[in-house]
Every structure is written in C-alpha cells, then in structure tokens.
C-alpha cells in the first residue's frame, strides 16, 4: 500500500515539476534581488535548509540545520584554505611534540565571542567535557577518542578529571593522544566536538541554551540572532570577529523548508538567493543559465543491511541484494547530478597523495550480475525468493528518496522477492535506524573532515554511528594501523584494503550513488568558494557591478 502511494505522489510531483518548469523556461531565470548599501555590503542573503531537527549544540546531536549554523557562527582552532590546505583560525599558531601525542594550540588574542567577551582555550574543553557525558548523546563524540582518557570518561572506565585536555592559560590549549593520529588536525578544523561553546552558557543544567539566541554566542562571521521554531534562523555580522573587516554580508536568513518545489519558487521569486541542492527535474530548467552551479562533493549514497536480522545476517544474502542492482538506473531518477558508484568514501573525494578521485583509485567493489545475483540467493536457502522473511525498505520522507526506492523495488523483484517499502519523517527515520530497529535502510554521509577515515571510522567498533553494531577485527585493525602511519602512501592502501572488507567482502553496506551538489545561484552574487569539502565561506561575497 506504502509504494502506491508513493507512486501517486510521484506522478503527481512530476505534473507539478512540468508546469513549473514551463514558468522558468518562460521567465528566462531569476532577476537578481540581492541589496546592497553604499559601501557595497550585502543586506541580507536568504537560503533554504531542510527542516529543523537535531541541536545547536556541537557537543549534541548534529543534523543538517546544525552544520548551516556551524558555517555561519563558529570558527575551529584551525580551518581549511580553499585548496585544502590546513591553515590557523581561532589558533594563531601550534605545536606537535616529537613523539607527534601532543599538540599546544595558541589561540589568537583578538578571538572574540559575539558579546565581545575573549574566546577562551576553556571554551573549546567545553564542547569536549559536555560531549562526553552520555546523557548529552553526541553524535560526534567517537572523534574524542583518539585523546588520552576520553574513550574512559564516555564509558564510565574512568574519570573526566584523566581527559587529557590542559587550559595552562585562557589561550593555551593542549591536547595529547593516546598514539599519533595522522588526521588529527583533520579533525580539528570541522568537527562539531572540536568547536567552541561558550562556557557561561553552554551548561548540562540548561539544556535548551542553543535553542536562545542570547545565550548562543558566536566567534565566527555570523551569530544567531533570532530564531523561529521550524520557520527559520537569522544570523548577523559578527562585529567581534577576528576577520570582521573582510565579512561583506550583513545578514543571512535561512528558512526551513522541506518541499522541493516550494524551494524552487522561492528562488524563481527572489524569495531566497541561493538553492544548494536543486533536484535535476527543476534544474535542468535552468540548463545554460548562469544561476546552475555544480560542486564535486565528497558524498556517498548507499543502502545499510542490518546484520542482526534476517534474511540479512547471511552474507550471501546481502551480495544478492547488491548484485541484482542497475545503479545507471538508479542515476536516471535521480537526474543529471547523479553519478553512480560503489565505493563507500565519496566518489569524488581526492587522494591526499596523488590528488586522484578515490573512485578512480579504487576502482569498482561491486559488480552488477543478476544471475549470479540470483544463485547466491539460492546457495542462501532461498530459491527464486522462496521461504524468505518479510523485508521492507526504509526511507527518509524528503527529495528523491521514494523515486529510488521504487527502482530497488522493482529491480529486486528480478530475484523474486516483494520488498515493501516504508517512508519515514526524516527524525523519525533517524531515531528508528540509530536505534538498529530497521531491517534495510538508505544512508548517506558527507565528509566532516578530509579523510577517507570520515567515511570508514562510522563501522569501527563502538563508533556512535554504527547503528548495526558490525565488528570485523581484520578491518578494525586496519583502521588502528592506518591511525599511526604517517606514511601518506602507505596509510592510502590500509584504508583501500579495509574498505574493501565492508563493501566487497562482508558488504555491510552498498554503495549507490553520489549525488553532485546542484545549486541555483543568484548570478549577480561572487567572491564565494566551498572548501575541500564542500562547506560555503560566503564572508566575502559580493554583488557584482
């Protein structure tokens, strides 16, 4: 019943999409909007986000809407250049020991949070303590762990006070490992746990400070300063900032919205400047215009089995699933900004070693065989689909989510096998799969920071993000290797070989697609960039004359 309804909804957004897509072609694309003062400053820029949910907080849990407000409001101990370069922020400078375990961070003297009180080292040990306080459920906390005592404190084997985080002074902070970390200052440029929170506010007694925009002070370009619960957050120039002189946008609106055809009227309008995420069906309408931008991001798409329940605890069983599947099928719903794939680190991240996408440097870990597909299945004690449990695909309610999941349905039924489909509300559908209740789900991750480990750390053991709690040694080993080798070419192939255990070996999960970043920009809007991976910096921005 789920999946006719979905197909309804289908056809009904397609009849939608065709006359709203005859409007563009008519208008030619959007006049811009964007006002600036005589000083050529930015107004005001309004974007659109997914709907709220998660927290504020970089020690809790951190969705989509969180990582906007990260962006915009908070600055790191170090950050990345525009060519991925790892280059000082709220730190001035820093220090590594010999024996690479610990790094002194100096923070900046002009660090400032938006009340104009000093950034303090306090500020950062802050995030950490209150990350590693269960109760507070950080989604990031697992990041802490490469720190002496911090794996300890999380799991009640020892005490906060042996965390190995030093204040000496408000500006010094000084942090040591348990052993080298070859991406450890990867960490600390993006990582919600890594960041700020101020530590007059930001308590366990108050556990909606984040939600307040008095009490949720910023050090980056931008700090909150209203907030509308599931309409939208207004941020404004940070005058505190260290860098305030070089912030040319005075003001960022972002508003909440979760359907796909509303975001692209609000842009068609001037409702909003910027549509990052445009699905195909809308902007293919703008094909040759100048307000399409594409962006390579470091995103993977893919399916997670859930080991603990059958039929999926059978190994044979999951690469049937994953052989039967078409992906260039899959690309043809989804639209032009879909490229298919079968690795699990995002196609287009780059090597840090010869630059080459890890696509290409992996090559495929999937191949596409029905019939073997179909013998697999039989060798697993279920012929043609007979005598096979009940299996229902879930999914988030949101873009083309019941569009792909309609192609699986119907590819899958080449083995004989009906799956049902299921469309969850996205924190719904993120509650149920945390919680490991779901049989077989879609996921996708970003890159949080620029290394493969952000894709393959998820299903190590006892990762927060390890919803099916798989354990593997030989690729839980690989990992602790790689930590250590600082041997950049070395390192590459350890990471090469363990994710190869968890998509051809064991497939635990199956890689489907990465799906570009298509963006409507307003075309009068310049001197923006994303970074390695992918996150705006619009401090500069300008309208063009």
């Known amino acids: 019943m789920k999946s006719v309804k979905s197909r309804t909804k289908t056809l009904v957004t397609a009849a939608l999409t065709v006359v709203i897509i005859a409007g563009f ?28 949910s ?4 970089p020690s809790g849990a951190a969705g989509y809407v969180y990582f906007s407000y990260q962006t915009y409001s908070l600055v790191g101990l170090i950050k990345y250049s525009p060519n991925g370069a790892i280059i000082p922020a709220t730190a001035e400078s820093w220090d590594i020991s010999e024996d690479l375990l610990t790094y002194t961070f100096h923070l900046r ?3 400032k949070w938006s009340d104009g009180s000093d950034v303090t080292s306090a500020d950062f040990k802050n995030t950490m303590v209150r990350a590693l306080n269960p109760d507070n459920g950080s989604w990031y906390v697992d990041f802490l762990f490469v720190i002496k005592g911090a794996a300890e404190a999380f799991n009640g084997t020892g005490s906060i006070n042996n965390f190995a985080v030093e204040c000496p002074d408000a500006k010094t902070l000084k942090i040591t490992l348990t052993a080298p970390c070859a991406y450890f200052l990867d960490l600390c440029c993006n990582v919600p746990t890594y960041m700020p929170s101020n530590s007059r506010y930001a308590k366990d007694d108050d556990k909606n400070w984040d939600m307040d925009p008095n009490k949720n002070l910023g050090n980056g370009p931008w700090h909150m300063t209203e907030r509308k619960p599931g309409e939208s957050v207004t941020y404004e120039k940070n005058p505190y900032y260290y860098n305030a002189d070089k912030v040319n946008v005075l003001k960022i609106n972002e508003r909440f919205m979760d359907d796909d055809q509303a975001k692209s009227s609000a842009y068609q309008t001037g409702e909003i400047n910027m549509l990052s995420g445009a699905p195909s069906s809308i902007a293919e309408a703008y094909e040759g215009k100048p307000d399409l931008k594409f962006a390579e991001v470091p995103q993977t798409n893919y399916m997670m089995f859930n080991i603990n329940m059958k039929p999926f605890d059978d190994p044979k069983v999951r690469r049937a699933f994953t052989l039967a599947l078409n992906r260039k099928d899959i690309a043809t719903v989804v639209g032009k900004s879909c490229i298919p794939s079968t690795t699990f680190v995002g196609r287009f991240y780059k090597s840090k070693v010869s630059g080459t996408p890890w696509g290409e440097l992996q090559g495929d870990l999937l191949e596409e065989n029905i019939e073997k597909a179909k013998a697999l299945l039989a060798e697993a004690g279920y012929p043609g689909g007979e005598g096979l449990p009940k299996i229902t695909y879930t999914y988030p309610a949101m873009n083309y989510e019941g569009d792909v999941a309609q192609v699986l349905q119907q ?17 719904v559908y993120v509650d149920e799969r945390r919680s490991g209740k779901l049989q077989l789900v879609r996921h996708q991750w970003y890159a949080d920071y620029n290394d493969p480990t952000s894709w393959l750390l998820m299903y190590s053991k006892g990762n927060a993000q ?6 593997n040694k030989k690729y839980n080993d690989l990992l602790t290797e790689s930590n ?16 190869k255990i968890i998509v051809s070996d064991e497939t635990v999960i199956c890689p489907l697609f990465t799906n570009n970043n298509t963006n409507l920009i307003d075309p009068s809007l ?20």
């Open 411 to 427: 590819q899958w039924k080449q083995l004989g096998v009906t799956v049902e489909l299921q469309a969850l509300e996205y924190e």
């Open 466 to 471: 390890n919803d099916i709690k798989w354990y």
């Open 109 to 111: 003297e002009d660090a």
């Open 54 to 57: 998660g927290e504020y907080d």
């Open 526 to 545: 310049d001197n923006y960039y994303y970074d390695v991976i992918c996150y705006p910096d619009y401090t500069a921005m300008t309208v063009k004359k």
């Open 25 to 52: 072609s008519a208008c030619g694309g959007s006049k811009s909007t964007v006002k600036t003062n005589e000083k050529g400053q930015i107004l005001e820029l309004k974007l659109a986000n997914q709907p709220e």
């Open 484 to 499: 250590a080798e600082l041997d950049a070419t070395k390192r590459e192939q350890l990471l090469l070989s363990a994710e």
